[in-house]
């Protein structure tokens, strides 16, 4: 199954400041999924991100405050935008491994706003 | 739209005993499901997973049956032990290409003490 690369692992940040978190497979995918893991909740998905389009963003997520970037197959950047303590969350990128196969997950990156 | 409905946790359990996470789904046609795992302070980890009606998926002792008459996906295990503590998350996907992302529930803590 497909490996991630989720960076950073966690950031401290302070509020009105924004975060870029990075994801790279290790092999070409179609489709990659942005999810937020509030403290103690279940995941949430943020986006879709297809390759040379433009994210596709679930009810209650914006392009503006969640910008997102896909310049390639292998490649993901989720965007924070103008934080607040209420974004202080884990995000997590995941994608398919195929037709009736898993999804895989990046590590996760803690990030809490101060 | 697509859903999942677990059991509230947390449970808390012994050693030893026999462990049931209740799992429920509403989807379209016909989603595969699976159970993932998050230790803690880690990221989430695919348990098991099932395609079809009747499937049942194992893995480290856990298992699963794809309960299409009953919409429902429980996890078991035989025996816990201390190092199943962890969230358990129950989840579909309408369409397992890869493609279309995954539907959570709210997780189950499990806490199994010596």
């Known amino acids: 199954s497909a490996v991630i690369s989720q960076k950073p692992s966690r950031d401290i940040c302070q509020r009105g400041t924004s975060l870029t978190i990075q994801c790279q497979v290790d092999?070409?995918?179609?489709?990659m999924f942005w999810y937020r893991q509030q403290p103690g909740q279940s995941l949430t998905l943020i986006a879709t991100?297809?390759?040379?389009?433009?994210?596709?963003?679930e009810s209650g997520f914006v392009i503006d405050k969640f910008p997102i970037s896909r310049p390639n197959l292998t490649f993901s950047t989720l965007t924070v935008s103008n934080m607040s303590p209420e974004d202080s969350s884990i995000y997590l990128c995941?994608?398919?491994?195929?037709?009736?196969?898993?999804?895989?997950f990046g590590s996760g990156t803690r990030l809490t706003v101060v | 739209g697509n859903s999942v409905t677990q059991m509230e946790g947390p449970v808390t359990l012994s050693e030893e005993a026999f462990l049931t996470i209740n799992c429920t789904y509403t989807?379209?046609?016909?989603?595969?499901l699976f159970w993932y795992v998050q230790y803690p302070g880690e990221g989430l980890q695919l348990l098991l997973k099932?395609?079809?009606?009747?499937d049942k998926g194992s893995n480290k002792g856990f298992e699963a049956t794809y309960r299409k008459e009953t919409t429902s996906f429980h996890l078991e295990k035989g025996s816990v032990q201390v190092s199943d503590s962890a969230v358990y998350f129950c989840?579909?996907?309408?369409?397992?290409?890869?493609?279309?992302?995954?539907?959570f529930g709210k997780g189950t803590r499990l806490s199994v003490i010596a």
């Open positions: 991100a297809n390759q040379g389009s433009e994210a596709t963003y």
């Open positions: 099932a395609t079809k009606a009747d």
């Open positions: 989840a579909l996907t309408s369409i397992n290409s890869g493609n279309t992302p995954l539907v």
């Open positions: 989807a379209t046609g016909y989603p595969s």
């Open positions: 995941s994608v398919g491994t195929g037709v009736l196969g898993g999804y895989t």
């Open positions: 092999s070409q995918v179609t489709m």
